[in-house]
């Protein structure tokens, strides 16, 4: 039987936890009063939006700090700079389909699935479709089946997957040993960094 900790290593204990506890509270009300003002998106801080956030597909479980709903990609780099000024890690969350729980943090949650899920541009002479990252696997095939083509990498979670979630995780499918992974089906994605820069990564 273990001995019971010092009354002074629990009191020390209980104040490091209530001093965490007011500098998560104080910098979760500054991003949320910032993403309002300076965004139209969603700001979702409340106990049930941050609980529905705190897992994926996966067994894991880590409450955000808060979750932020762009409704215009540009709202995206606006978010990612408020979190860089108050050091908020950032989580960006497609379907949450993921079986690894790469879309669970302790950070800013960035849900792309609800608003920026555009058809960008369809070459059907080059092959090639640009798309926002929330868009779902399911709605761009749907789309493309009336020009007799489609996206060949068939995850499982297709109704729910969304191409930049996909792309992060070089997903595969059924298919994949005929058609390949995502890194052999992207020509190229824009993305931004975390001092803010927006590179293009292609060909």
């Known amino acids: 039987m273990n001995a019971p900790l010092p009354k002074q290593a629990t009191e020390s204990a209980?104040?490091?936890?209530?001093?965490?506890?007011?500098?998560?509270?104080?910098?979760?009300?500054?991003?949320?009063?910032?993403?309002?003002?300076?965004?139209?998106?969603?700001?979702?801080?409340?106990?049930?939006?941050?609980?529905r956030y705190a897992t994926d597909a996966s067994i894991y479980q880590v409450t955000p700090l808060g979750v932020f709903v762009p409704k215009h990609p540009e709202e995206v780099a606006?978010?990612?700079?408020?979190?860089?000024?108050?050091?908020?890690?950032?989580?960006?969350?497609?379907?949450?389909?993921?079986?690894?729980?790469?879309t669970t943090g302790v950070g800013l949650v960035i849900d792309h699935s609800k608003y920026v899920r555009?058809?960008?541009?369809?070459?059907?002479?080059?092959?090639?479709?640009?798309?926002?990252?929330?868009?779902?696997?399911?709605?761009?095939?749907?789309?493309l089946k009336k020009h007799g083509v489609w996206f060949p990498v068939d995850v499982s979670t297709s109704a729910q997957a969304t191409l930049g979630g996909m792309a992060g995780n070089n997903s595969c499918g059924s298919r994949s040993i005929a058609y390949g992974n995502m890194v052999h089906n992207v020509f190229g994605a824009r993305a931004w960094l975390s001092n803010g820069d927006l590179l293009d990564f292609s060909h």
């Not at 009063?33 to 979702?44: P, Y």
């Open 78 to 102: 606006t978010a990612m700079a408020i979190c860089r000024d108050l050091k908020v890690p950032i989580v960006p969350r497609g379907g949450g389909t993921s079986q690894c729980g790469q």
């Open 14 to 51: 209980a104040n490091m936890y209530e001093q965490v506890s007011n500098n998560f509270n104080e910098v979760a009300g500054k991003l949320a009063s910032r993403l309002r003002s300076e965004t139209q998106g969603e700001v979702l801080f409340g106990v049930a939006d941050r609980g």
């Open 118 to 143: 555009n058809i960008l541009n369809l070459d059907l002479q080059a092959g090639t479709v640009e798309v926002q990252p929330g868009m779902v696997l399911d709605n761009l095939n749907a789309s």
